[in-house]
Structures are given as C-alpha cells and as structure tokens.
C-alpha cells in the first residue's frame, strides 16, 4: 500500500472549514483513499473515502487532485467536537485482506 | 445506526493469565479485523479474518494469540498467556463484503491493561 504524509498538526477556528491535506505520491490506480479520525482514546471512526473523484457525504468531502497523488479532507463548518487525529490511508479495494495501515495523521486542534 | 460493540471496556489481567476480548462486528458484515493501539502510538494491524478462518496477520500476532468466531455473532481475540507490552487499546473492525472498497468499522476498544 502507498505511503501518506500528512502535517503533524493544525489549528481550525470554530464555524470555519477546516481543510486537511495528505500526499499519497505514490497511489497506485487500484488503490482507494480512506479518511478516518480518532477522538481521544476512541476507536477510529470512518469519515470518507475514494478513488478518483470528489465525494460528498454528511461529514465531509474528499477532493482528490487530478493526477491523484493528494487529496483534501474538508470539514466545512468545523466544531469543538471535530477535535481529532484525522488518518489518510490509501490501500488496494478488495480481497479478504485490506488491513488498514495508521501513519501517525494530523492533530486538528478546532479552537473556540 | 449499526454500530461494532466491544467488551468489556476496560480489563485488568496478571501477566501469565489467558485474556479473551470480545466483540460483536456489524451484522451484515463478512470481515473481521482485530488492531491495537499502545498508548501514545499508532493504531497497528493484527489480523484478518473471513469465512471462518484467518485471511492475513501482521508480526505481532504471533502463537500467544487467536481469534475465533464461535456462534455467528461473536468475534473474539484470546492472548493465551499475557506479558507487560500486551498492555494496549484492542480495537475491533468489520466490514461488508458487498464491494471491494467497503470501509472498515471500528469498535470504542477494550483497554487491555496487564499488571
């Protein structure tokens, strides 16, 4: 699976959108790119995923670069509650395997 | 909305003493999935498991663990005789198998804490 990069950590004002980038340079065409956040010591909770175009859902949305080798989490309206290590992880969809692999994500620090 | 439950929440164990986690995956869901986070670090893969047997395991999950799916709706971890650097959050995952890139789903974790 590709390995991610992602900032250690960023600040969001409360109400703004909080947008959360992650290089994956070198994705490959069958690998999808998922988004999940960790609130304190709760399990990881998945947010959103895809492989080549932009998704929309009611937590967030994905923008994924043309060339995919970065894509945009975005919160668009950001709040406390959205305090939280977010992870990027790209893998390969499909097979009985597709074990997620955690890098250390970004610390979003939604400030009032 | 369906939801993957662990228990218990947090266990107490002697080091040497057998441990069994539990977890219920999301009905629906054909793949199970047992990570764990030492605290303070990242959340890292044990194994997977589908139709009844393990599909893939990582190098931690080495002879003092198992996994088992005993009656259709449990889905647990046993760690035969359990030391120190077992102490971790255990998290469990399951997904469906109706497409091929179907997100994993995450319990809250059991705190396995060994004295």
């Known amino acids: 699976d590709a390995k991610t990069t992602q900032p250690t950590s960023m600040d969001c004002a409360e109400g703004r959108a909080a947008n959360l980038p992650c290089n994956h340079s070198t994705i490959s065409g069958n690998e999808y790119v998922y988004w999940y956040r960790q609130i304190h010591s709760q399990g990881p909770q998945y947010i959103i995923h895809g492989l080549k175009n932009n998704e929309t859902n009611e937590m967030a949305s994905l923008i994924i670069t043309e060339d995919r080798k970065s894509s945009t989490l975005i919160l668009p309206h950001a709040t406390l509650r959205d305090t939280a290590v977010y992870y990027c992880i790209v893998r390969v969809g499909g097979g009985s395997q597709g074990n997620l692999i955690f890098g250390k994500g970004t610390k979003l620090s939604v400030k009032p | 909305e369906p939801e993957v439950t662990q228990t218990p929440s947090h266990q107490v164990t002697q080091m040497g003493q057998e441990v069994i986690l539990r977890c219920v995956p999301i009905s629906n869901h054909l793949y199970f999935y047992w990570y764990r986070q030492i605290l303070g670090q990242k959340v890292e893969f044990l194994v997977s498991f589908y139709n009844n047997e393990i599909s893939e395991k990582s190098e931690i999950f080495d002879d003092q663990f198992s996994v088992e799916r005993p009656d259709g709706s449990n889905f647990t971890l046993k760690i035969r005789s359990t030391k120190l650097e077992d102490s971790a959050m255990y998290f469990c995952?399951?997904?469906?198998?109706?497409?091929?890139?179907?997100?994993?789903?995450f319990g809250d974790g059991t705190r396995l804490s060994i004295l």
């Open positions: 995952a399951s997904r469906t198998g109706r497409t091929s890139n179907q997100p994993q789903h």
